[in-house]
């Protein structure tokens, strides 16, 4: 048996009014999603535990298995594994935005661009660097990622910082949501102190040029030190592959064991590699019993408050990622399941994650006939929608469960 997971990562939605009340995932073609929803098991799952951050940390690590109750310990140290960065017990990781800053003529700043405007990891290297020269020290270091996403590494520092994530402050003043508690006086200088080095950074300055947003703020949150999780093959005796354009995901397969795979041209945005993406996982999947394929485009959008875009994600996944998996397993492999889910909703609405449950699908090849007669009593073909959550066929409260009734359990 080979087991292939599918994460649109934030696809899932509220209504929308442009689109007639529907959701992205209700008007988005996605004849590959539904005719696994209409093929298998199709639930409702909730991966964020009741007082946890809405975010793809919590999530990922309870769709892989793992209790977050147990296991979560921040956002950066995930992204700081990724990195190749070693953490000491006593160190704290903290991610590090670039963003764009809008000042107002009144001395008010707000939050324009959790992302500053998609800046090419080559444009963000040159100004993360500049920072490490003149703000890092021997217990500070900056460290460049991919896009806007980058660690700063603080050794035997504080994690007892409320930091609010910038995607959930866009079009809002910063005042209120800069870092508060203890050492938050000294995050908040670091925060000032990029602005005047990156205002007139000649990268900014070419960006503002070409009519392009500059990233002329840093914005740290996501706090936390590395936790130690066990590893996947360990819980379940099945090898793993992991496929992702963003460090976060990448650092808890590494944690996990799983061996990381980098695909040319993965983005984390809605010009990936999306045909990559699927070839590489199904090449994964002739050396390992399980991959993982995470896809960021949709949550990107979400953030951006743009729903055509979403849709757009949505039936590219459909369409390259789920429609070439679907049309290549059944000649590669005897026996195969697929997990499909979003891991939280990312509502264009509101532009940020939400905790609520999402919908699951899980496709066993091997007992198709039972699959496809069960859902006899259905006149029409089921849609993969925030619809299955009114009428599914299980209901997991516990996320990290998922994977126990993927893996485990006849489906």
Known sequence: MKYIVVIPDGAADYPINEIGGLTPLQVARTPNMDWLASNGIAGSVRNIPQGFPPGSDVANLSILGYDPKVYYTGRAPLEAVSMGLNLSKNDVAYRCNLVTLKFSDKKRIFMEDYSAGHITTEEAKI?????????????????????????????????????????????????????????????????????????????????????????????????????????????????????????????????????IINVPGATGWIDT????????????????????????????????????????????????????????????????????????????????HTAEPVPFVIYDSSNSEQREASHQEHTNKRKFSEEILNHPDLVIEEGYKLMDLFILKNV
Not at 224 to 229: E, F, I, K, M, V
Not at 242 to 249: G, K, P, Q, Y
Request: aromatic share 8%; proline share 6%.
């Open 127 to 259: 100004l993360i660097e500049d920072l490490d020269k003149k703000l890092g020290s021997d217990t500070l270091r900056f460290y460049p990622g991919v896009s806007y996403r980058h660690i700063m590494l603080w050794k035997n520092g504080s994690e007892e910082v409320e930091c609010t994530p910038p995607h959930d402050i866009t079009g809002r003043e910063i005042s209120m949501f800069l870092p508060i508690g203890r050492h938050a006086q000294f995050l908040k200088e670091i925060i000032f102190k990029s602005m005047d080095i990156l205002k007139d950074h000649p990268v900014n300055k070419k960006r503002t040029s070409e009519g392009k947003k500059p990233a002329n703020s840093i914005w740290l949150w996501g706090q936390g030190r590395t936790p130690s999780l066990p590893k996947f093959q360990e819980k379940y005796g099945l090898s793993g592959a992991l496929i992702s354009a963003v460090d976060l995901t990448k650092g808890i397969g590494i944690l996990a064991g799983f061996h």
């Open 273 to 352: 590699n999306y045909s990559g993406k699927a070839e590489y996982a199904l090449n994964a999947l002739e050396r390992v019993d399980f991959v993982y394929v995470h896809i960021e485009a949709p949550d990107e959008a979400g953030h951006q408050g743009d729903y055509k875009l979403k849709i757009k994600a949505i039936e590219d996944i459909d369409n390259i990622v789920v429609g070439r998996i679907l049309e290549e397993a059944p000649r590669r492999f005897k026996d195969f399941r697929i997990l499909l889910l979003p891991d939280h909703p990312t509502p264009v609405t509101i532009k940020t």
